[in-house]
Antibody, heavy 121, light 110 residues
Framework: EVQLVESGGGLVQPGGSLRLSCVASGFTFNNVWMNWVRQAPGKGLEWVANIKQDGSEKHYVGSVKGRFTISRDNAKNSLYLQMNNLRAEDTAVYYC??????????????WGKGTTVNVSS | QSVLTQPPSASGTPGQRVTISCSGGASNIGSNAVNWYQQLPGTAPKFLIYSYNERPSGVPDRFSGSKSGTSASLAISGLQSEDEAAYYCAAWDDSLNEVVFGGGTKLTVL
């Protein structure tokens, strides 16, 4: 079964850091671009970042550039999101999602159930 | 403010056909495929339509997509109560180098 499972969410103070993880199973992880997408409470979906198969290319939404770092470990079928200098507006459910195609298209065909990040003092 | 523009709400009665619009620009919808996602309350988004009008396995043919220029639409025919959900359009944006989403449309089945 194709599956993505996120972990690492929690409560953190403003200015703090958190590292999210996503473990993939049921498909060839190193063949696909991977993404993080978030959803603030009561709001819509916001794409956060993506990373190429070999980690050589990464893209970020403007609001997280310089604060968040996406990475992957293909040997462990794992995707990560290091989040530093967190702000209240980063509070959201964070989803890990797979790009369906070998080239980046933003076609997110498999999603995890999400992990919740709460930035509050 | 989302890069792609969707109406915040839509509604229909069981059996009806409803459409949800998604407006963008030359760097996203105008030059890349449009994808649609369905999100039932309290759940993760579900992949619904890709490359304008392709359905993943398991998605009923009641759901269809179309594109014209820098706009796209999702149509749902034979509306059912279980279609009540939020629907999001999305596309890769060549100028921003980002995936851009619409703000979402909450569909109510009356």
């Amino acid at each position: 079964e194709v599956q993505l499972v996120e972990s690492g969410g929690g409560l953190v103070q403003p200015g703090g850091s958190l590292r999210l993880s996503c473990v993939a199973s049921g498909f060839t992880f190193n063949n696909v671009w991977m993404n993080w997408v978030r959803q603030a409470p009561g709001k819509g979906l916001e794409w956060v970042a993506n990373i190429k198969q070999d980690g050589s290319e990464k893209h970020y939404v403007g609001s997280v550039k310089g604060r968040f770092t996406i990475s992957r470990d293909n040997a462990k079928n794992s995707l990560y999101l290091q989040m530093n200098n967190l702000r209240a507006e980063d509070t959201a459910v964070y989803y890990c999602a797979r790009d369906r195609f070998v080239v980046v298209t933003g076609t997110l065909d498999v999603w995890g159930k999400g992990t919740t990040v709460n930035v509050s003092s | 403010q989302s890069v792609l523009t969707q109406p915040p709400s839509a509604s229909g009665t069981p059996g009806q056909r409803v459409t949800i619009s998604c407006s963008g620009g030359a760097s996203n919808i105008g030059s890349n495929a449009v994808n649609w996602y369905q999100q039932l309350p309290g759940t993760a988004p579900k992949f619904l339509i890709y490359s304008y009008n392709e359905r993943p396995s398991g998605v009923p043919d009641r759901f269809s997509g179309s594109k014209s220029g820098t706009s796209a639409s999702l149509a749902i025919s034979g509306l059912q109560s279980e279609d009540e959900a939020a629907y999001y359009c999305a596309a890769w944006d060549d100028s921003l180098n980002e995936v851009v989403f619409g703000g979402g449309t909450k569909l109510t089945v009356l």
